[in-house]
């Protein structure tokens, strides 16, 4: 400072631009940069994969060099990896044909890439998509209007065919009625047996009777359905590959027939659509990974719900307990700490104390007392959707209690006071006044639980949770509400499809599109809690002044 | 106000009260529930097996004791079988104490009917020695018929289901075991002039369906060792041992019929201890021997350091001693439990892998002829009264003690005592290694590499958003990184195995050089800045702007790490690292590795680091910032010297829940690490965690089995561990927020 020579003062200036520290705070700023541009490619990354999944995308028809032909839809170009130019990856379906979905072809193998108008693409009830042209329709019954285009007729016959499934349904729908019906059958005998009721009894006489009954109902129309099935099976087309292989495919084999290289935007739109309708409403077809994820969806309302009923309200009462009740003191410090640990205990621990605790032992209670004559199969004695309800409820319970702790004690300590001034008990206080101010933070907290709980897998994995669940938790049948089913789950099917199915490379866009809806519906939730909390922050502060 | 209405309001004030302390103690009830179960689960493991006595015959038996040459029993503990010197079975019946059957052998070959001696193997099966010299080989079969109306009964037969001839040579051995596997019948005899001689007889069936038979005699004659005590063929007839009166083992191979190699010859003992018996344990890979002093080894063939190409008979378990010699060893079927009778009478189990002692068992009359059951369910044991005593094994997880759990193991054909996970094998015989080592190593591995990845971004990130970048920035960012933590795990899993576990396995230079290259980018664009601070708009970017200012640096420092990370690879790694790692420096690359992990767990963890760190970092009073802000400090100075100090304790609580939450986290290590139980700190291989390994292994884990509790063990590790970390950090968060509050 005493200094006066310019020189001096020079060096002193250089060194202050590390000495002030403004390096370190670019320094930290780069780190958040760092952070948020990881989170935008992850979430850029599942967007743009995700979207484009449903999208019809055109067919290309490549002429090899040696003059034969590939047809498929382009997924990728790449370097190959020794040199020699470009590659493309085709998915080129036909799995019955070519038993791989999946083609590389070098860039300098082919000679003409062109984009047929009358390419085909088939969606099929198995072995994926076929990819191809169109050669003649094989009719039985069903009749189509001459001289109509190849493709219309085809489309009419299709249509035409997919209405005649319907009466199958319906003969299907009661082949299943039927063989509930004889399981209800078969348990109430099992359960008379397990009272001591002798076999000769009237009681036991009907029931049998009423079992051979069912049995030549259920055999007279499982017979009907097939015959039906395999007549309609009849109705076939033929379908030629882009090398000229032909396949037969049974018309009531075909989903969803279409032709994306003559599509215009509008129609693209509305297959589109249709397909995210699908993907909603429909059910998983070839091992989850095509169709839809009706199931999982239900299944993962349905546990977030059931999880809620136990977590909301012992969160409230433990974070009311905390803020309201409570004298500061050694007990609260150490509600604290264990609403801390709740939170950090491993999810899996709390998986595997779901099936220790509420699987084996809750559940095999409840079996030995009320499902004895069903034993050794389980009922409530395996994993099922209540017991990962409970199992996340418990998982869930320190983020209502945190958040809900955080809104009470931003309602300001004046009103409390005002409210006990006017001769209001504390539950008064609580009920009228505090409550009510805090309820949109409470909310936070019950959606932050439903968030956490939307994406939480692990524990579900060893207390119900399946790749496949044959029946909703809740249908028609008595008691309408099967608490003791396993059940589908979108987080767990993202891990299923994309890790334990045999074709990793075929699910990847199902696997895409799941991890997308997830993430919106994560998303969805979390925004709108944090919104709320934020709306409820500044009502206070403007209340607090 | 009526006082009928005042007395309402205070009984429910009073019921609301309890009904919210009941709330609040529940979740207090809750953490210790779920310690107390799986505690509880885990706890049975270290509970000792034991043999409980159900039945002894109360008289005598009409046989004779010295003519009995061997005893066994039925799985259901209600059928025993005596084999006698006539050659007979008798089958006793526990309920009654009654004799229930007798099946007398045809003797082969016509022999006089006298058996010379026999040794039980497993599965009832007896190695018989007929007068003239003749053998053959018996099982006894227990079959249990289920009947609508009554209990099962037990029925029974005896089959022979290999006969030898007498030796052309007219020598009648001292002993002979035979042994029958898949059409192949072996017959090993110990002669009066100590030698052995092999009997391989082969029955082979060709396409046509026509039967060959071939028959091979050979006589080894050990010329070390002095004189063979024992001798024993392992189940398939592959495998000849003898041991010697001077403490020698020998070992022949017997793989194909008609050559019989020495592979072992040794010492087994320093001080020519006698080796009194020999069995094989279940797997027929170890050896088990009991010699003269009463002790009890396991041995089993070991590539030395000297030889890597050999395998050599080691010595490898030592298990307790018997007081007097050791008389006969009966292996398990079912574990790797033997179960041993000393001269003195007294009955020892024990574990092999575990050198676990199970029980004792001394009746008041000493033991002479002893056998397990085949599911290693009970004890049948003939004392010297000619009394049958039959003790069922109830209870208690052998495998499993501190010692295999922690510490290394010698298992079966490895080359050293290790750390090995591997849980189930394809055979019943295999071996369970149940060390939770590598699966400790594996979380901590997994979260170091992420906490190094994760706690720099976070705090600095937390840093900056709290101390210097503008109000209405703090804003968004603080939502954005709370949606980042709400990304499920399972989310993150598949995207970094699926989607940028290849991409770094292609790009694995450019990630390399990033770690160099993006400091380098920073230093210049640093350098290159401070001309323009002066500038207005300089002077606005560094009020808070400054993160939006270094996208554009941080993709240009991004594409230049992608062309000199692939200069680099081109010019030292002649264009593959890969290749490379593997023939030069001898290390694999996992696709799914420790960078993938990082990645992951460190975006999980980031968020949680960040967000607390940012609230403590914003709730340090404004008053010491002003103070410090007055004195002439700089905003870097204010953060470094003031602002981080008075939080350092959160900041360090900060890290402890993010390390919980790493050390924890099951999806995505289950996804991206491949699930290999290595143990070497490499970066580019994967791991196993406990948490993963539970997730892994618990749906095929027999409920309330070994492998079950050692589950729920490492349930309890994890809880443990996480409680501490979480424990410790929540005291200090207390501690910070009392401090502050004078503050106020």
């Not at chain 1, 072809?105 to 693409?121: G, K, M, Q, R, S």
């Not at chain 1, 579900?460 to 309408?480: E, R, W, Y």
């Not at chain 2, 022979?160 to 035979?178: K, S």
């Amino acid at each position: 400072m005493h200094s006066s020579s310019s020189n001096k003062l020079k060096t002193k200036v250089k060194r202050s631009i590390w000495a002030d520290g403004d390096p370190f705070i670019w320094a930290t700023g780069a780190a958040l940069t760092f952070t948020l541009c990881m989170t935008v490619i992850l979430m850029l990354v599942v967007m743009y994969n995700g979207l484009g999944v449903l999208w019809p995308h055109q067919i290309s028809l490549f002429e090899m060099e040696d003059g034969s032909f590939v047809a498929g839809k382009i997924m990728q170009w790449s370097e190959i990896p020794d040199g020699g130019g470009e590659r493309v990856q085709l998915k080129v379906g036909n799995r019955d044909l070519y038993s791989l979905d999946f083609r590389w072809v070098p860039e300098n193998d082919i000679a003409e890439i062109t984009f047929p108008n009358d390419a085909i693409a088939l969606e099929r009830r198995e072995f994926g998509n076929f990819y191809g042209f169109l050669q003649e329709l094989s009719l039985n019954d069903i009749t189509v209007p001459a001289d109509t285009e190849p493709w219309e007729a085809f489309l009419s016959a299709w249509n035409a065919a997919v209405e005649r499934t319907q009466p199958i349904q319906a003969l299907s729908q009661e082949v299943q009625r039927l063989s509930r019906e004889m399981e209800r059958n078969r348990l109430s005998r099992a359960r008379l047996e397990h009272q001591g009721v002798e076999a000769d009894a009237p009681k036991m006489v009907n029931l049998i009777e009423e079992q051979s009954e069912l049995r030549a109902q259920f055999d007279e129309t499982l017979a009907e359905q097939n015959r039906k099935t395999a007549a309609l099976r009849q109705e076939t087309a033929i379908f030629a590959d882009a090398g000229g292989r032909t396949r037969e495919i049974a018309l009531v084999d075909v989903v969803r027939p279409y032709r994306p290289n003559t599509m215009s935007i509008p129609a693209k739109v509305g297959f589109y659509a249709s397909k995210l309708w699908e993907l909603l409403s429909a059910e998983p077809r070839e091992s989850n990974t095509e169709g839809g994820l009706f199931p999982a969806i239900f299944g993962t309302v349905m546990l977030i719900f059931l999880m809620s009923i136990l977590s909301f309200p012992l969160g409230v009462l433990a974070a009311i307990y905390l803020q309201e009740y409570a004298k500061e003191g050694s007990m609260v410090k150490a509600v604290h700490i264990a609403v801390n640990n709740l939170a950090g205990i491993p999810s899996i621990v709390y998986g595997i104390f779901g099936l220790g605790f509420f699987v084996y032992g809750v559940g095999g209670i409840v079996d030995s007392l009320f499902f004895a004559e069903r034993l050794p199969t389980p009922t409530f004695g395996t994993g099922g959707i209540l017991w990962a309800s409970l199992t996340l409820g418990l998982l869930t319970v320190p983020v209502v209690i945190v958040a809900t702790e955080e809104a009470l004690s931003s309602v300001p300590k004046g009103i409390r006071e005002a409210s006990y001034a006017l001769g209001a008990t504390r539950l008064q206080t609580l009920r009228r006044t505090v409550l009510p101010m805090a309820s949109p933070g409470i909310m936070t907290g019950f959606i932050l639980a439903m968030a956490r709980a939307a994406g939480e897998v692990a524990p579900l994995m060893i207390t119900g949770v399946v790749k496949l669940a044959p029946s909703l938790p809740i249908d028609g049948q008595f008691p309408f509400i099967h608490l003791d089913r396993k059940f589908m789950h979108l987080g767990f099917h993202i891990y299923d499809v994309g890790f334990q199915s045999p074709n990793v490379e075929a699910a990847k866009p199902m696997v895409y599109v799941t991890t997308m809806l997830l993430v919106l519906i994560v998303l969805i939730m979390s925004s709108l809690a944090i919104y709320l909390r934020s709306r409820m922050k500044k009502r206070y502060q403007m209340g607090s002044m | 106000m009526s006082a009928e209405y005042r007395k309402r309001v205070k009984r429910w004030d009073r019921i609301a009260t309890w009904v919210i302390t009941g709330g609040g103690m529940a979740v207090i009830a809750a953490v210790i529930l779920i310690l107390l179960l799986i505690v509880r689960v885990a706890v049975p493991l270290f509970e000792s097996q034991e043999a409980r006595k159900f039945w002894g015959s109360s008289n005598p038996s009409t046989i004779e004791p010295d003519t009995v040459l061997a005893v066994g029993m039925d799985d259901y503990l209600e059928t025993g079988v005596l084999l006698d010197r006539a050659g007979r079975f008798t089958f006793v019946n526990f309920a009654d104490d009654s004799t229930i059957g007798e099946i007398v052998l045809e003797p082969p070959y016509e022999s006089p009917s006298e058996i010379l001696a026999a040794i039980p193997h497993h599965g009832l099966g007896y190695s018989l020695l007929w007068a003239n010299g003749a053998a053959s080989f018996a099982r006894v079969v227990f079959s249990r018929d289920h009947h609508v109306d009554r209990p099962p009964t037990t029925a029974f037969r005896v089959d022979t289901l290999a006969e030898f001839a007498p030796p052309e040579d007219g020598l009648i051995p001292i002993r002979t075991v035979t042994r029958y596997h898949d059409g192949r019948a072996t017959r090993a005899d110990l002669l009066h002039d100590n030698r052995i001689r092999v009997t391989q007889e082969v029955e082979e069936t060709d396409l046509f369906g026509n039967v060959s038979r071939d028959s091979h005699v050979s006589v080894l004659d050990p010329a070390v060792g002095g004189e063979i005590a024992d001798i024993f063929v392992d189940t398939e007839g592959l495998a000849l041992f003898a041991g010697t009166k001077d403490g020698y083992l020998m070992r022949w191979a017997m793989r194909r019929v008609g050559t019989i190699e020495l592979t072992d010859s040794l010492l087994a003992f320093e001080n020519n201890r006698a080796i009194s018996t020999l069995s094989m344990v279940f797997g027929d890979v170890s050896l088990a021997v009991g010699d003269e002093q009463g002790g009890m080894t396991v041995w089993f063939p070991v590539r030395p350091d000297y030889d890597p190409q050999r395998r050599v008979l080691s010595h490898i378990h030592t298990l307790k001693s018997h007081r007097g010699p050791v008389t006969a060893i009966s292996p398990s079927q079912r574990t790797k439990s033997l179960l041993s009778l000393g001269a003195d009478g007294e009955l020892h189990m024990d574990h092999m892998t575990s050198n676990k002692h199970l029980f004792g068992l001394r009746p008041e009359s000493p033991i002479r002829k002893a056998a397990l059951s085949s599911r290693a369910n009970g004890i049948i044991g003939l004392d010297d009264a000619g009394r049958l005593n039959v003790w069922a094994i109830e209870g208690g997880y052998p495998e499993a003690t501190w010692g295999t759990l922690f510490g290394k193991v010698w298992y079966e054909n490895y080359d050293e005592p290790a750390f090995v996970w591997q849980s189930t094998g394809a055979t019943n015989a295999f071996e369970p290694k149940t060390s939770l080592v590598p699966l400790v190593f594996g979380s901590f591995k997994g979260t170091l590499y992420a906490m190094l990845y994760a706690i720099p971004l976070a705090l600095f990130g937390a840093i900056y958003t709290s101390q210097f970048t503008t109000a209405r920035f703090r804003g968004v960012i603080k939502p954005a990184v709370e949606v980042m933590a709400a990304l499920p795990s399972v989310v993150i899993g598949f995207l970094i195995a699926l989607w940028l576990a290849p991409i770094v396995e292609v790009h694995i230079m450019p990630f390399a050089v990033s770690l160099a290259v993006f400091p380098a980018c920073f230093l210049i664009f640093i350098v290159l800045w401070q001309p323009f601070r002066n500038l207005k708009l300089a002077r606005h970017i560094e009020r808070g702007y400054e993160f939006i200012a270094f996208i554009p640096i941080m993709l240009l420092a991004g594409v230049a790490a992608y062309f000199i990370g692939h200069f680099v690879e081109d010019m030292l790694f002649a264009g593959d690292f890969h290749r490379w790692l593997f023939e030069d420096a001898g290390r694999n690359y996992d696709q799914r590795n420790c960078i993938i992990i990082a990645f992951g767990l460190g975006f999980a963890v980031i968020p949680i680091i960040f967000s607390i760190t940012e609230d403590s970092l914003s709730n340090v009073p404004q008053r010491l910032t002003a103070a410090s802000m007055a004195l002439g400090a700089t905003r870097w100075q204010t953060v470094w010297r003031v602002v981080l100090p008075s939080a350092s304790p959160c900041i360090f609580a900060a890290i402890m829940i993010g390390f919980g939450r790493a050390v924890g986290e099951t999806m995505i290590v289950l996804m991206a690490t491949g699930n290999t139980p290595l143990m070497e700190w490499s970066i580019f291989t994967g791991m196993r965690t406990l948490s993963a390994n539970i997730a892994v292994e618990i749906p095929e884990a027999p409920v309330g089995g070994t492998l079950y509790r050692i589950l729920f063990l490492s349930a309890v590790l994890l809880f443990i561990l996480t409680s501490i970390v979480n424990t410790a950090a929540e005291l200090v968060r207390q501690y910070l927020r009392k401090r502050y509050a004078q503050f106020q």
